[in-house]
């Protein structure tokens, strides 16, 4: 299929201007508690986002434990279709309301902004009323399991406003919630990848960010171990401006900072993208590695995954072009993109633009988006670019 890039490719900048395999997890379940996390966990954090952060752990591993319940038990009746035909799952409604929920119970001085991407439509239809009852019995579930709410049993009702407190439409002023209840619902579908993610934004720009991977092995992933379970899953990883990125098992085991990888030569980097080809040009992505000598075969996982996995080191690069007429939306990079960054990792556009979180729920952007560290981006830059020119070429 011809790719119209007719457009002139911006000239790349010199400066940054901020700081084929198939993945197939088979996981042995495991129930799992909401970690207690001590002073001295929290004290990794900026001091003035102590309190959001702690929430925010709490709601985002509250929401994988109920992801993990509905994914062991899937049926068929679990999953409805959205009007762009993506599919949407009780756990995707769930997971929103319920850290709708705690992040407001766990906040209350605060004003309450998220900016989410499900919302309510559907299940206040009639043909909508089972998949309600189910939601709502879920998070009830949870919520009773997690003990620290008392008797707070939500209705219907209830549930329904949690989830349409995502609608908020976030901006460059005020403090924002971004979230992605079930960032990668196909690879939830499958068995396979998927993410909680959580970010926070202050007056435009990215200062927290949570990522809850439940099928995310604690080891490293690798090309030549891909098909292969290593060790326990289940990662949680977090981030707050200024303070690095943190990573612990999802059931609150001893913290472990991370960094992206350190390599500089390409021929010994590997690259994820996409596992579904619909959300991201595998041609494209394969030209721009071939120009810049990755011998590796891409790893290609659903969800911002691949960010908590890039920014421990277990790849060196990340490609996503996404066909064209498509619009980034926040919640897609958020959490990600703060996790990457505070690791030491660099997140740009297709031109080298830092990406801006401030202008609502879309992002605008050149083109694609590419993630690596501060050695390799320049190269990778220019290997984006030839590969970008050669395919305008191409279509002429």
């Known amino acids: 299929m011809a790719i119209n890039l007719l457009r002139t490719v911006p000239k790349v900048q010199t400066s940054i201007t901020s700081k084929p395999s198939t993945f197939l997890f088979f996981t042995t379940r495991r129930s799992f508690s909401v970690p207690s996390y001590s002073p001295v966990a929290l004290a990794v954090c900026s001091m003035s986002y102590e309190k959001e952060l702690a929430a925010a752990k709490k709601a985002a591993s509250l929401a994988a434990r109920l992801c993990q319940k509905v994914q062991k038990g899937l049926l ?31 906040l209350p001085s605060e004003p309450f902004s998220l900016v989410a991407e499900e919302d309510s439509g559907d299940l206040r239809k ?64 499958r068995g396979d990848q998927y993410a909680i993610a959580l970010a926070l934004l202050d007056d435009g720009k990215v200062v927290l960010g949570i990522l809850a991977c439940p099928n995310l092995p604690l080891e490293p992933i690798r090309s030549n171990n891909q098909h292969s379970l290593v060790g326990d899953v289940g990662c949680l990883f977090f981030s707050t401006v200024g303070a690095g990125t943190y990573m612990q098992s999802l059931t609150g085991s001893t913290l472990t900072k991370v960094s992206v ?13 996409s596992y579904e080809t619909a959300h991201s040009l595998h041609d494209l992505t394969s030209s721009i590695a071939q120009k810049l000598g990755v011998k590796a075969p891409p790893v290609r996982i659903d969800s911002q995954a691949k960010y908590g996995a890039l920014s421990r080191g277990d790849g060196a690069i990340y490609l996503r072009f996404p066909h064209k007429g498509y619009r980034e939306k926040i919640w897609d990079h958020a959490a990600g993109c703060i996790v990457v960054t505070e690791a030491g990792g660099v997140v740009t556009d297709a031109a080298g633009n830092a990406l801006d979180f401030s202008r609502g ?36």
């Open 76 to 106: 068929q009746s679990d999953v409805q279709s959205k009007s762009d035909r993506s599919p949407v799952t009780v756990a995707d409604y769930g997971s929103q309301a319920l850290v709708s929920f705690v992040l407001e119970r766990e």
């Open 126 to 189: 009639e043909s909508g009323q089972e998949t309600l009852h189910r939601v709502t019995e879920l998070v009830n579930e949870i919520l009773s399991s997690e003990g620290s709410y008392g008797a707070s049993t939500l209705t219907a009702d209830d549930v329904l406003r949690a989830i349409d407190n995502g609608k908020s439409e976030g901006g460059p002023t005020g403090q924002h919630w971004v979230l992605d209840p079930i960032d990668g619902t196909k690879g939830f579908l």
């Open 261 to 273: 990888s350190a390599t500089e030569n390409p021929e010994e980097a590997s690259f994820f993208e």
């Open 361 to 396: 729920r879309y992002l605008d952007l050149y083109k694609g988006i590419i993630v690596t560290n501060q050695r390799l981006m320049p190269s990778l830059l220019k290997a984006v670019q030839e590969a970008l020119q050669q395919t305008a070429s191409s279509t002429l």
